[in-house]
């Protein structure tokens, strides 16, 4: 069974920095490539950023591009996302996802 356990959020000024974790677990993590999403309060699910399964080539949206790096460590099965310079606009409910599967998701809220 696939598992994702993501963790980091919060509340942050604009201006801030979080970094968001997502653990893996039920399959191979480093076969697979990843993506960060997210979900603002009565929006659907937008598509941050993403890496391939050996971490050697990211692509991101371009809102966040040049202020968010995914990243990701294949040894402890975890997935990151170092977000700064954050946004009010960024604010939204952060998923890590493997194709169809996601996990719980982690609240990140940025305000003054």
């Known amino acids: 069974e696939v598992q994702l356990v993501e963790s980091g959020g919060g509340l942050v000024q604009p201006g801030g920095s979080l970094r968001l974790s997502c653990v893996a677990s039920?399959?191979?993590?480093?076969?697979?490539?990843m993506n960060w999403v997210r979900q603002a309060p009565g929006k659907g699910l937008e598509w941050v950023a993403g890496?391939?399964?050996?971490?050697?080539?990211?692509d991101y949206a371009s809102s966040v591009k040049d202020r968010f790096t995914i990243s990701r460590d294949n040894a402890k099965n975890t997935l990151y996302l170092q977000m700064n310079r954050l946004k009010p606009e960024d604010t939204a409910v952060y998923y890590c996802k493997k194709g169809s599967d996601r996990g719980q998701g982690t609240q990140v809220t940025v305000s003054s």
């Open positions: 039920g399959f191979t993590f480093s076969r697979y490539a």
């Open positions: 890496i391939l399964s050996g971490g050697d080539r990211t």
